[in-house]
């Protein structure tokens, strides 16, 4: 699993306990994921349409510094499933999972349309074509 996207945890990140509110979290996520899926699938149209059970392991305070991680788990004939780790930087220690998390590539109708995907790929090993269709 690759995290890439990181966040500091702020004043207004925060909910009433001192501690992330999930809310602010949840969004993240969704957002991490979405770039994910259009990166994954070559198309900017997809949506989010399932999350699984979402498990608060811990909790993060201000200041902190969280990674969110992404990985592709399945490719459907028109959907992708990715499963989600939200970690502290420092500690290590996991905050938040999510088995499932599930996008479908729409058309420009906003139809479920065909992806053709398989597998996960990396910019850096797709043709120039391919690559450039991604961005």
Same mark, same amino acid.
């Given at each position: 699993?690759?995290? %890439?996207? !990181?966040?500091?945890?702020? @004043?207004?990140?925060?909910? @009433? &306990?001192?501690?992330?509110?999930?809310?602010?979290?949840? !969004?993240? #996520?969704?957002?991490?994921?979405? #770039?994910?899926?259009?990166?994954?699938?070559? &198309?900017?149209?997809?949506?989010?349409?399932?999350?699984?059970? #979402?498990?608060?392991?811990?909790?993060?305070?201000?200041? /902190?510094?969280?990674?969110?991680? #992404?990985?592709?788990?399945?490719?459907?004939? =028109?959907?992708? =499933?990715?499963?989600?780790?939200?970690?502290?930087?420092? =500690?290590?220690?996991?905050?938040?999972?999510?088995?499932?998390?599930?996008?479908? &590539?729409?058309?420009?109708?906003? !139809? @479920? =349309? @065909? %992806?053709?995907?398989?597998?996960?790929?990396?910019?850096? /090993?797709?043709?120039?074509?391919?690559? /450039?269709?991604?961005?």
């Amino acid at each position: 699993m690759n995290f %890439h996207t !990181r966040k500091w945890i702020k @004043p207004e990140d925060l909910n @009433p &306990n001192g501690s992330l509110f999930g809310g602010s979290l949840l !969004r993240w #996520i969704d957002e991490e994921a979405a #770039i994910y899926a259009v990166i994954q699938l070559g &198309n900017s149209r997809v949506v989010t349409k399932y999350m699984s059970a #979402i498990n608060f392991v811990s909790s993060a305070r201000q200041g /902190d510094i969280i990674e969110l991680g #992404i990985t592709a788990t399945h490719f459907g004939t =028109t959907s992708l =499933t990715l499963h989600c780790v939200v970690r502290n930087k420092i =500690t290590q220690k996991n905050i938040l999972t999510i088995d499932e998390i599930v996008f479908v &590539n729409m058309d420009e109708e906003g !139809r @479920p =349309t @065909p %992806h053709g995907k398989t597998h996960i790929t990396y910019l850096r /090993d797709r043709t120039f074509e391919e690559a /450039d269709r991604a961005t």
